[in-house]
């Protein structure tokens, strides 16, 4: 399997936890004004507790703790870099937590415009609430006709403060092609005993694409 890494536009601090691990710069795709990010999770963690469902948690996270969100900049920007890279067209897509927010708002846009899905598959990982592209707000399966009808994993852990907000994510997929997996940690990628459960289910969502599976590759770093 090959990789094609692209870095957010925005240079952020780093997340919690995250600079004893990697080194900066940090970047992210996805701009707010708002709390800070410590304030919007304590803010998900007291929201989880008495939300209806994930789509009315989202809608009212988003309100309180999230304005002026550049999603459709951050679509363009991914959209165009896929696009033009030498290498396309790609199999799929992996996002992790804000990561997932832009791709799952780009194939919806695209679904939207009635314009081919750029991928067979999806994987998110810890998914934050697909943004809409032409307002401010969520895009929500109580609200959107538009769903990603192309196979999708959804890692999402039990512990996360934004497990509600993934559920958004899976709930504007096509049921019948989406993996739900729960990893039961936080807002992160598990590893461990946990592996060999997100592979098995990447093998799965590989099948459901018609995707042959080589392990064999390189991963590539875009630091533009």
């Known amino acids: 399997i090959d990789f094609f890494f692209i870095n957010g536009s925005f240079e952020c601090p780093p997340a919690i936890g995250v600079a004893e691990q990697y080194d900066g710069p940090y970047y992210r ?26 789509e009315d948690f989202a809608r009212e996270w988003l309100r309180r703790g999230m304005t002026n969100i550049p999603a459709s900049q951050a679509c363009d920007i991914v959209e165009h870099q896929i ?56 895009i929500l399966a109580d609200e959107c006709p538009e769903r990603i009808n192309v196979p999708t994993l959804h890692i999402v852990g039990a512990r996360d403060p934004a497990l509600l907000s993934s559920m958004t994510v899976y709930n504007l997929c096509d049921r019948d092609s989406a993996v739900l997996y729960d990893h039961g940690k936080g807002h992160t990628i598990p590893w461990g005993s946990a592996t060999k459960m997100i592979v098995d289910g990447f093998r799965q969502t590989l099948q459901r694409a018609h995707v042959d599976l080589d392990l064999s590759g390189q991963a590539e770093n875009n630091d533009h």
Do not use: N, Y
């Open 29 to 54: 795709f996805l701009t707010q004004d708002g709390p800070e990010v410590k304030d919007l999770v304590r803010l998900a963690r007291s929201m989880s507790k008495s939300a209806l469902s994930p």
């Open 83 to 138: 696009e033009q890279h030498p290498d396309g067209p790609f199999d799929g897509v992996l996002g992790f937590s804000e990561g997932c927010s832009v791709v799952a708002s780009l194939m919806l846009r695209r679904a939207a415009r009635g314009q081919t899905p750029l991928f067979r598959f999806a994987t998110f990982f810890c998914a934050i609430s697909a943004f809409r592209f032409d307002e401010h707000g969520a």
